[in-house]
């Protein structure tokens, strides 16, 4: 029976070291991370989400901003906003939550983020940065992953890695983050033939792909680390949602070594390093050395 990789608590360890340093910092250096989430339009999902980002924000010490604009809001206008937001001083980390409606161009909004406060790691600066190994922002859940492989597995070199999924937010800064920890990466997808027998090569196999329970405990190596970024609602019989992985969990609870939960395994650690981010943000924008708070 596999080991449960409980996301939850680890998160909640990580927020509360966070919120350590950040008191350290504010006494020592007079400096408070601030972080500025922009929502374009009022998708109740999205409205959920950066609700929480600014409640775990304030629990741990940073300043919160948040800017809740109407739909109608031009591309222009929205360009103005985070122009106003790279100039503010008290702000060292930018997040505009996807997506954006559709008359908004996702790529010229992420990429007027300055790089310096590109929390989430997707200015195509911090992209080339993670992909090239130097430092820079790495996207918020491949970044929850590997500390939850690393603590669990200590040293990843060597390992023969399987991604499945090929996302610019996971797949593929997973894989980049993978090859820098010496690990023998695969990146597969729906589309990969003979997916089954690639999956069973992993030693670390990332399922990102978003197809609900599409990978069986069949398709898993005995003793693998499993690592499940899937988030799909489905319906069973009786018409009660539920929230499942991309991995059939119970079938991979026999066959894998240690296994992420849906829920409760990847999705709290976004958040969390989130904040991680931010704060080295601060640091960073400051001079100022970054506590290590893995």
Same mark, same amino acid.
């Given at each position: 029976?596999?080991?449960?990789?409980?996301?939850?608590?680890?998160?909640?360890?990580?927020?509360?070291?966070?919120?350590?340093?950040?008191?350290?910092?504010?006494?020592?250096?007079?400096?408070?991370?601030?972080?500025?989430?922009?929502?374009?339009?009022?998708?109740?999902?999205?409205?959920?989400?950066?609700?929480?980002?600014?409640?775990?924000?304030?629990?741990?010490?940073?300043?919160?901003?948040?800017?809740?604009?109407?739909?109608?809001?031009?591309?222009?206008?929205?360009?103005?906003?985070?122009?106003?937001?790279?100039?503010?001083?008290?702000?060292?980390?930018?997040?505009?939550?996807?997506?954006?409606?559709?008359?908004?161009?996702?790529?010229?909004?992420?990429?007027?983020?300055?790089?310096?406060?590109?929390?989430?790691?997707?200015?195509?600066?911090?992209?080339?940065?993670?992909?090239?190994?130097?430092?820079?922002?790495?996207?918020?859940?491949?970044?929850?992953?590997?500390?939850?492989?690393?603590?669990?597995?200590?040293?990843?070199?060597?390992?023969?890695?399987?991604?499945?999924?090929?996302?610019?937010?996971?797949?593929?800064?997973?894989?980049?983050?993978?090859?820098?920890?010496?690990?023998?990466? %695969? @990146? #597969?997808?729906?589309?990969?033939?003979?997916?089954?027998?690639? !999956? &069973?090569?992993? *030693?670390?196999? =990332? /399922?990102?792909?978003?197809?609900?329970?599409?990978?069986?405990?069949?398709?898993?190596?005995?003793?693998?680390?499993?690592?499940?970024?899937?988030?799909?609602?489905?319906?069973?019989?009786?018409?009660?949602?539920?929230?499942?992985?991309?991995?059939?969990?119970?079938?991979?609870?026999?066959?894998?070594?240690?296994?992420?939960?849906?829920?409760?395994?990847?999705?709290?650690? %976004? @958040? #969390?390093?989130?904040?991680?981010?931010?704060?080295?943000?601060? !640091? &960073?924008?400051? *001079?100022?050395? =970054? /506590?290590?708070?893995?």
């Amino acid at each position: 029976m596999a080991i449960i990789i409980d996301g939850k608590v680890f998160s909640e360890s990580l927020r509360k070291k966070i919120q350590k340093v950040t008191a350290s910092l504010k006494d020592q250096q007079g400096i408070k991370p601030g972080l500025a989430a922009v929502l374009v339009g009022a998708d109740p999902a999205s409205e959920v989400y950066v609700r929480n980002k600014g409640r775990r924000a304030d629990k741990a010490g940073f300043n919160s901003f948040q800017y809740k604009l109407p739909v109608t809001t031009t591309e222009d206008e929205l360009l103005s906003l985070i122009g106003q937001l790279n100039q503010d001083s008290q702000v060292h980390g930018i997040l505009v939550q996807l997506p954006l409606p559709d008359h908004i161009a996702e790529s010229k909004v992420i990429n007027a983020i300055h790089p310096e406060k590109d929390v989430d790691g997707f200015h195509y600066e911090n992209v080339g940065r993670l992909v090239t190994g130097e430092e820079g922002y790495v996207p918020c859940t491949p970044l929850g992953c590997l500390m939850l492989l690393k603590h669990h597995l200590g040293n990843l070199s060597g390992l023969n890695a399987v991604v499945v999924g090929r996302s610019n937010i996971v797949g593929k800064p997973m894989a980049a983050l993978l090859l820098k920890e010496s690990c023998t990466v %695969t @990146i #597969a997808h729906s589309r990969t033939r003979n997916l089954a027998d690639v !999956c &069973r090569r992993a *030693d670390i196999l =990332v /399922a990102a792909v978003g197809r609900p329970e599409m990978i069986p405990g069949e398709w898993i190596k005995p003793g693998a680390t499993i690592i499940d970024v899937g988030i799909n609602r489905v319906y069973d019989a009786q018409g009660n949602k539920r929230l499942v992985g991309d991995v059939d969990f119970e079938s991979a609870l026999k066959v894998a070594g240690a296994i992420t939960p849906v829920p409760g395994g990847v999705g709290p650690m %976004t @958040i #969390a390093c989130l904040l991680h981010n931010t704060y080295v943000a601060a !640091c &960073r924008l400051n *001079d100022v050395p =970054v /506590a290590r708070i893995e």
